[in-house]
């Protein structure tokens, strides 16, 4: 029989214990007994007694999973030395399976895809010393339209179970759930019973996305627990789901898991310090890891960050604790996290957008009294001394994580040096030369000499020193601030560019020579070009808001990136726009060029707010447009802003109460600039593919037998008055049209429609055929909506995947499909290409 879970013991039961051993309790509140939860005789083995790690195909390939990638990746998975360092699970996600289960009931696997089946294929993958997970769905099917396993627990976990199934990964679409905690309990764990009664161990993975707080549940369930949306390959989604779980702390432990989903790292949407951020915070976070990028194609630097064993042993490490939180302060964050061997692992974690020094007193860590402590970077291997502050100058967007020990003897050890600095906005030409301020500090025992600062830029770039760059000795926790001035050259293109600052002193007492260099990202702004533009496509020099980020065509629908919907004021649906949440500030620079902003303005109807907000328009420091109190409910208010001659706008909203805070929605924004008129086209360029205002535009349904009507409707629009409601069989279907004509995408580099699901969410995608036969090109990617919510769709033509030996020429479209699934009503409009 299965090895049963190990579970935690709940609160009244550990009292309970610790009273019959006689170990004494001390006095406290009383505490309320916990739910009833599944008990075992004795204490068995955990399935996970640390994080799991391996690959899942999601992230590179969503859809476009076959028998080739999962056995090519195991065999890359070994070759690379990726299963030396610990990573043993190849898992397949959604899309594995045909539409309809077998005639027993079975769920089938699609035999094109896995011509071996998924026995053969966990055969494969057990022989080569790893083990194979599997994706199932809490739902009446899965986020693609699969069968999922609600009401079929059983069959499904004893099918997985004689295939040789080692992992499952359990989601949450299609779920007919009442949206209580307890449904949650109820479905997972019917899956969890049924896994026991195989008798084979599988790592149960619960993912249903943090929905109804896991973490407070699950230990009793199963191994590990999704505590957020899904990932996205990019920093604001990386920043969002970072800030999100490390609170989560006290919830973790052998066997019991937070999960913050899985890794993007080598997917290219990020930087590689942003990617070692990504390794660093989850092995901080004692986080599972799987990775998701394309092993077969990997990239040295890749393999480099996802093989490195230092921050790998601090994931894996048998003690088990997630580090705590210690500070987290204006986009700066500690944690802090004990190690078996005594060590603690410290990670220095900068959030924000700029160079930062992050530190830490020691006393407030749980490393013990000593007159210094060791320090090991585990990126690059070096050590240091500190006396009693752990500090380091952070990258932008970056993470320091040492292992630390105290020290005996920190003479023989090189101080610990921080450089840190700070640039503002940069304008090319004379006009624009901006300020530099560097900051030396000296953390270690004894005494810096001879220190010596240097700062250098980009070429043609001057940097000059307007106050002392060195020092002839520089005390234990002493600083050597200097100011510089910086000049970048007239012609110089927008963008982010390198400033590196370097410190070289002597140190110990033979005088050794050393240096500490950190790199500073500063900011180059230039006009928008000529022409009306969509606000919303212009990146801003800085943004602030009261809770998450500021959206981008969507409300800010709470703290997490990307969890807005369509931006709606009083029942207008826009789907251009910024969502933000008052008090914010979004700043542009726009260098005297640009003559006027109009934008609609509300409170978004998504979250109502008993008390007004104002919305303010500032050309430089004069407000040029106001709207007054605006209510929530209310009709949108409409700004014409002047702007003639401003260097610098800036979009703020407030709220009258500060305890309240409203959703404030800047709908539609236009700017002209260079002589743009109100007649011109607004840029980017978008062409309507079909808007249904004439009605349904033909569309059809690409598998009628599997169900599906639709109608023009005014329910739902976010073009002209009218949509497209569609009723969707539980497994889906493709909704579209073939056209009489090629269409003539050239030029185009995306599609997009705007969705609302109603009481069941439902996903996403798009297909198109092309050339004469027709061919199929279908995105693998599906955007999940959920219910009662609303967003935009987008596939970029390049993530449509076609049959071998077809190009999608975009002169040849002949066909355009959306895809849908969810058992019910879904309202669709302005299918569109930019």
């Known amino acids: 029989m299965r090895a049963a879970r190990s579970r935690p013991l709940g609160i009244v039961a550990l009292l309970s214990s610790l009273l019959i051993t006689g170990v004494a309790v001390p006095p406290g509140p009383a505490l309320a007994a916990p739910a009833p939860a599944a008990t075992a005789a004795t204490a068995p083995p955990t399935l996970a007694p640390t994080p799991p790690m391996g690959f899942n195909n999601w992230n590179a390939f969503g859809c476009d999973v076959n028998e080739t990638l999962i056995k090519e990746t195991a065999d890359v998975i070994v070759s690379a030395g990726l299963a030396d360092v610990g990573y043993e699970y190849v898992n397949i996600d959604d899309c594995w399976s045909l539409r309809e289960r077998g005639p027993d009931g079975r769920l089938v696997p699609d035999p094109v895809k896995f011509p071996s089946g998924i026995s053969g ?36 976990a004893q099918t997985w179970a004689d295939w040789g199934v080692d992992y499952l990964k359990y989601d949450n679409c299609n779920n007919q759930s009442d949206g209580s905690q307890a449904d949650f309990v109820r479905r997972y764990t019917a899956m969890r019973n049924a896994l026991d009664a195989t008798g084979r161990p599988i790592v149960y993975s619960i993912c249903e996305w943090g929905q109804s707080q896991p973490w407070t549940w699950a230990a009793d369930v199963g191994d590990l627990w999704r505590t957020t949306g899904d990932i996205s390959d990019n920093w604001a989604s990386l920043r969002s789901i970072i800030a999100q779980n490390a609170p989560l702390a006290a919830y973790a432990g052998p066997g019991n898991w937070n999960d913050p ?110 007159g210094a402590y060791r320090l090991q970077d585990v990126w690059t291997g070096e050590v240091s001394q500190a006396k009693s502050t752990i500090s380091a100058g952070v990258p932008a967007h970056g993470t320091v994580v040492y292992r630390v020990r105290p020290l005996a003897d920190p003479t023989v050890v090189p101080p610990a040096v ?95 020579a050393a240096s500490t260099t950190s790199q500073l990202v500063s900011v180059v702004v230039t006009a928008p070009g000529d022409g009306r533009r969509h606000l919303s496509t212009i990146v801003p020099v800085s943004s602030s808001n009261d809770e998450g980020p500021v959206e981008t065509d969507q409300s800010n629908g709470g ?140 569309f059809t349904i690409a598998n009628p037998d599997s169900g599906g ?34 269409l003539d995408l050239t030029g185009s580099t995306r599609l997009r429609y705007d969705v609302r699901a109603e009481e069941v969410g439902t996903v996403g995608e798009f297909a198109v055929q092309v050339g004469p036969d027709f061919a199929w090109c279908q995105g693998g990617r599906w955007t999940w909506t959920n219910p009662n919510s609303s967003r935009t769709v987008t596939r970029e033509f390049s993530e449509l995947s076609c049959p071998a030996g077809v ?10 499909w959306v895809f849908l699934n969810s058992g019910g009503q879904i309202h669709i409009d302005n299918i569109r290409a930019d």
Not at 131 to 142: H, N, Q
Not at 587 to 596: E, K, N
Not at 715 to 739: E, K
Request: proline content about 5%; charged content about 15%; aromatic content about 6%.
């Open 121 to 156: 294929v966990a055969d494969y993958v057990h022989a080569k010393g790893l083990k194979l997970g599997i994706y199932g769905d809490a739902g009446t099917a899965t986020c693609a339209g699969y069968p999922g396993s609600l009401g079929h627990e059983e069959i499904d």
């Open 807 to 816: 190009t999608l020429d975009l002169t040849q479209i002949r066909a355009v």
């Open 709 to 742: 009507t639709m109608a023009r409707t005014t329910t739902f629009h976010t073009d002209g008055g009218h949509g497209l409601t569609v009723a969707t069989p539980v497994n889906g279907n493709w909704f579209g049209r073939a056209l009489a004509e090629p």
């Open 559 to 698: 703290g997490s990136d990307n969890d807005g919907n369509l931006i709606t004021i009083g029942g207008q649906v826009y789907n251009r726009g910024l969502g933000t949440t008052a008090p914010s500030e979004i700043v542009y620079y726009l260098g005297g060029r640009c003559a006027s902003l109009v934008t609609d303005v509300g409170i978004d109807d998504e979250a109502t707010s008993p008390v007004p907000a104002t919305f303010t328009v500032y050309a430089d420091d004069t407000a040029v447009a106001s709207s007054g109190p605006v209510v929530s409910g209310a009709a949108p208010v409409t700004l014409t802003a002047d702007l003639t001659g401003a260097d610098w706008l800036r979009l703020v909203t407030t709220g009258n109460d500060p305890t309240t805070n409203a959703h404030t929605d800047w709908a539609a924004p236009t700017l002209a600039c260079g002589g743009a008129g109100p007649d011109d086209p607004v840029l980017p360029a978008e062409r309507t593919l079909f808007s249904f205002e004439s009605g349904t535009e033909d």
């Open 261 to 370: 989903d899985m890794l993007e790292i080598g997917n290219g949407g990020m930087t590689d310090t942003e990617y070692r951020t990504h390794l660093s915070m989850w092995a901080m976070m004692a986080a599972p890891l799987l990775i998701g990028t394309d092993l077969r194609t990997a990239s040295p630097e890749t393999l480099a960050i996802l093989g490195n064993r230092d921050v790998i042993a601090i994931d894996q490490d048998r003690l088990g604790v997630q580090g705590a939180v210690v500070s987290d302060e204006a986009g700066l964050m500690v944690l802090d996290k004990p190690l078996a061997n005594g060590d603690r692992a410290i990670a220095l974690y900068n959030s924000t957008d700029t160079l930062a020094t992050v530190s830490v007193p020691v006393r407030d860590t749980g490393l013990r009294r000593a």
């Open 418 to 512: 921080s450089v840190g600095a700070t640039v503002g906005t940069l304008v090319p030409g004379t006009a624009g030369t901006g300020t530099l301020s560097t900051t030396v500090t000296n953390r270690g025992v004894g005494a810096l000499r001879d220190l010596r600062v240097t700062a250098r830029a980009p070429e043609g770039w001057t940097v000059t020193a307007t106050s002392s760059d060195s020092r002839r000795s520089l005390a234990t926790n002493a600083s050597l601030p200097t100011t510089w001035t910086v000049t970048v050259p007239d012609g110089t293109a927008a963008g982010r560019y390198p400033i590196t600052v370097t410190a070289g002193y002597d140190w110990g007492p033979r005088h050794r």
